[in-house]
């Protein structure tokens, strides 16, 4: 804590992300947001992934078989390992939502795991939760604050997953290759080879 910092939260091999991998390539912390019009009002709503889960032939990056297309450097084990984690996902919003509502945008995550190919095996340990910094810290016996109504939530709804595959990428994206105890290693996954696939498949245009 007597290090947290404000502005552009660390990616990548930081923090509790530093011994992570997902898809079998090194992972870490990814984050993503969305704003959102709801209404006369404008709400944001962020993403923090700790992505250490899931198989190298599962990994989907725009709906691309990005994986099977990458299926070289894979991790080194030079002492046995367990071969798949689980992924912990925090979303915060300013969106005035009650628990139920916030439990709501929580489920939402597990749809942003998928697009990435994750799904959540027998072992998985994953982890979601959701919470609203609008909610007032309490200071009597009796208060009062609006909040959302259900039919207004659908914009946060889709929302959630949209940042929770993006933050898992960027956790991708942003690690780098990492040689840990034992001499296992675990290699980043290759930028350029990564343009290369998306371009196969029409998803990335140009440079």
């Not at 919003?93 to 795991?113: E, H, M």
């Amino acid at each position: 804590m007597d290090r947290a910092t404000s502005g552009a939260v660390e990616e990548g091999n930081v923090g509790g992300g530093t011994g992570n991998r997902a898809f079998g390539f090194k992972a870490g912390i990814g984050t993503a947001s969305r704003v959102i019009a709801i209404g006369e009002d404008r709400l944001c709503l962020a993403a923090l992934v700790q992505a250490n889960f899931a198989r190298r032939d599962n990994l989907i990056v725009a709906g691309v078989p990005v994986g099977k297309e990458i299926s070289d450097l894979q991790p080194e084990f030079h002492k046995e390992v367990e071969k798949e984690g689980s992924i912990l996902i925090v979303i915060a919003t300013d969106a005035p939502l009650l628990s139920q509502q916030l439990k709501r945008v929580a489920k939402r995550a597990a749809l942003g795991v998928a697009r990435t190919g994750g799904v959540s095996t027998n072992s998985s340990g994953d982890l979601f939760i959701a919470f609203s910094t609008a909610v007032p810290v309490p200071a009597g016996m009796h208060q009062q604050w609006s909040t959302l109504r259900n039919d207004a939530l659908d914009p946060l709804l889709a929302a959630t997953p949209q940042a929770i595959e993006e933050a898992i990428i960027n956790a991708l994206v942003a690690a780098k290759t990492m040689e840990g105890i034992d001499n296992n290693t675990f290699y980043a996954l290759p930028h350029e080879r990564l343009r290369e696939v998306l371009r196969k498949y029409n998803r990335l245009l140009g440079n």
